[in-house]
Nanobody, 120 residues
Framework: QVQLVESGGGLVQAGGSLRLSCAAS????????MGWFRQGPGAARELVAK????????YYADSVKGRFTISRDNAKNTVYLQMNSLKAEDTAVYYC?????????????WGQGTQVTVSS
């Protein structure tokens, strides 16, 4: 069992930045790819970014490409999402999730989410 806890959300003005963190505990974090998802008001959950265990491969949704950066520190069992140039449409609850297979999108574990609100 892997427990995931997100932090770093909050209220920020448009154009500002936030860095989200996702700390993993429990069974080994080893080998898991990690993804960040978000779900805005009345919207479906969407994949924002994901990263392989080694960090050698990443994926970004078109809506965040060039503004968000996903990274990880395996020694700290933590994944980050640096969000720059935030827009009102980035307002959502952000979730991290763990996936044993980067290409299969079969996320086994989910965090509880952290709220990001961008004021325009």
């Amino acid at each position: 069992q892997v427990q995931l806890v997100e932090s770093g959300g909050g209220l920020v003005q448009a154009g500002g930045s936030l860095r989200l963190s996702c700390a993993a505990s429990g069974r080994t974090f080893s080998g898991y790819s990690m993804g960040w998802f978000r779900q805005g008001p009345g919207a479906a959950r969407e994949l924002v970014a994901k990263i392989t265990w080694s960090g050698s491969r990443t994926y970004y949704a078109d809506s965040v490409k060039g503004r968000f950066t996903i990274s990880r520190d395996n020694a700290k069992n933590t994944v980050y999402l640096q969000m720059n140039s935030l827009k009102a449409e980035d307002t959502a609850v952000y979730y991290c999730a763990a996936d044993p297979n980067f290409f299969a999108a079969s996320y086994d574990y989910w965090g509880q989410g952290t709220q990001v609100t961008v004021s325009s």
